[in-house]
């Protein structure tokens, strides 16, 4: 990138202190009318005493303090952002569109069955949808996120086990798992016992044969794994598994390198996630909120979460009637603007689209591998899926480290690639670029990428000091972490 180039990109980023220096005393953004007696108008307990040190702004510095921080965010929609792991797809308008249907988006979640038949039955519909295209035999909308959907998954194996009066007491989960699920486990009261990888980052059955036995309850296992390497022993695996009376939680984290080419039903998975922004390109995380709806095969579908959508005649409605549900894991019935997201990305890509998309994603993730791999260490040699890991072991001689790459990608113009994941991997930079990103903002990606790897040679100090673009630039993140500074004082 040019001089000239950084000198626009910064004079486009306007400066905004704290609101709280704005404010000077009598300023007031509305014109409100003086009452005497305010609690003719509203109760004494709803009514509060003034805050002291509020800060007093006219209306049009309120709105151009909040539109100038907005401008500082980078996003999916505002430049490439390659958070390897968390897929960071772009979110399409027509599905925004979609979910701001007056007759979806004013829906109230406590309207009776017989005024929500158009939203029951496209719940209905989804979950039909993810079953197929997962090889699932039934499928639960109900969790808030991708972890919730996780919990989820491993109750009703507990709630299989416990069933049988043989609860067992250990889940298996390789090193290359997602993170949350050693936590997702040891919530349902299970002692987590990991597996290592081989040297090409996958689990073999042989690795599972030897820690196998009857005290196992389930092998919880990422494919593709957070090396972004498709687990090659998969259906092996689940056969040990199943011999042993266990079943196999497979995380749908990376559906996005699955999705209408192969499907975890046939993997030999008893049960999965979907995390519907990874795949289905809904809102991810603040943006959100998220959706992390669960399939099962046909073993663990008494034990889905109540209620449940029913078919009774010509009307779609609300049921209780399965007796060995693990019960309701959320409120209401999922975050229902997600799934109108979700239902408009499949019905728009079809069948063929979905595979399409799929195929995309793990091409531009290998481009990005094979124009990197020899200027970046690659962490596992070879061909990977939808993402790929690359390190900072080429750096080393510099003094160049995953976090000075990554903060001086931001001067650059691009979000920083996930850093220091899989934890498996020292020096971690995973680049996932899903399949929205064009040949053209790849190669602009990679040429920063090379110009990094080329300063760090000849001007170590500059990466060091990077980000020098940004509205704050480099913090003391540890000091941060461990010393936030909550509230503002005037000097």
């Known amino acids: 990138m040019s001089d000239s180039m950084r000198d626009k990109q910064a004079g486009l980023l306007l400066d905004e202190p704290l609101i709280f220096e704005r404010s000077r005393s009598g300023q007031m953004g509305f014109d409100a009318p003086e009452l005497e007696e305010a609690d003719e108008l509203l109760p004494p307990e709803l009514l509060r005493d003034a805050i002291e040190g509020m800060p007093e702004v006219s209306e049009p510095e309120v709105v151009r303090h909040f539109l100038r921080l907005s401008q500082w965010n980078l996003s999916a929609a505002t430049t490439f952002y390659p958070l390897g792991s968390c897929t960071m797809k772009y979110n399409p308008i027509a599905n925004e569109a979609a979910a701001r249907m007056a007759g979806f988006a004013g829906l109230h979640p406590m309207a009776p069955d017989e005024l929500a038949q158009g939203a029951l039955e496209l719940m ?66 299970y002692e987590v016992q990991q597996l290592e990888g081989n040297a090409l980052g996958v689990v073999e059955a042989d690795a599972v044969r030897k820690a196998i036995g009857p005290h196992v309850a389930a092998l919880m296992i990422t ?154 260490h690659l962490a596992v040699p070879g061909l990977c899926m939808h993402e790929c890991v690359l390190t900072d072991k080429h750096l080393e001689p510099t003094g160049i480290s995953t976090l000075d790459v990554a903060k001086r990608l931001l001067d650059y113009g691009f979000y920083a690639p996930t850093i220091y994941f899989p934890l498996v991997v020292s020096g971690a930079l995973m680049i996932e670029p899903t399949e929205s990103e064009s040949l053209e903002t790849l190669d602009e990606f990679i040429a920063a990428m090379i110009a990094i790897s080329e300063e760090a040679a000849s001007d170590p100090n500059a990466i060091h000091a990077a980000p020098t673009l940004t509205p704050v630039g480099r913090l003391d993140e540890a000091r941060a972490a461990r010393k936030p500074v909550l509230r503002w004082k005037a000097d």
């Open 223 to 376: 494919n593709p794994n957070t090396l972004g390497i498709f687990e090659r022993e998969i259906a092996q695996v689940a056969e040990v598994v199943h011999q042993a009376g266990g079943l196999v939680y497979l995380d749908g984290a990376n559906f996005n390198a699955l999705m209408g080419v192969a499907k975890p039903g046939h993997m030999g998975a008893d049960v999965l996630q979907f995390n519907l922004h990874k795949t289905f390109s809904t809102p991810h995380g603040g943006g959100g909120p998220g959706a992390g709806p669960v399939g099962v095969r046909q073993v663990l579908a008494d034990y889905l979460p109540n209620p449940r959508i029913v078919r009774d005649g010509e009307v779609w409605r609300w049921s209780d009637a399965a007796p060995k549900s693990i019960g309701r894991v959320r409120s209401f019935h999922g975050n229902f603007g997600m799934f109108v997201r979700a239902y408009a990305f499949i019905q728009a890509l079809g069948g063929n689209g979905l595979m399409r998309a799929t195929q995309m994603a793990v091409l531009n993730a290998n481009y990005v591998r094979a124009r990197l791999e020899e200027i970046y």
């Open 124 to 189: 209905a519909e989804l979950q039909d949808m993810l079953a197929e295209v997962s090889g699932m035999d039934a499928v639960s909308l109900q969790p808030a996120a991708g972890a919730q959907g996780e919990l989820t998954g491993m109750k009703m194996v507990r709630a299989y086990h416990s069933d049988r009066g043989d609860a067992r007491r250990t889940v298996l989960i390789p090193a290359s798992a997602h993170g949350t699920n050693p936590a997702s486990a040891a919530l349902c009261g």
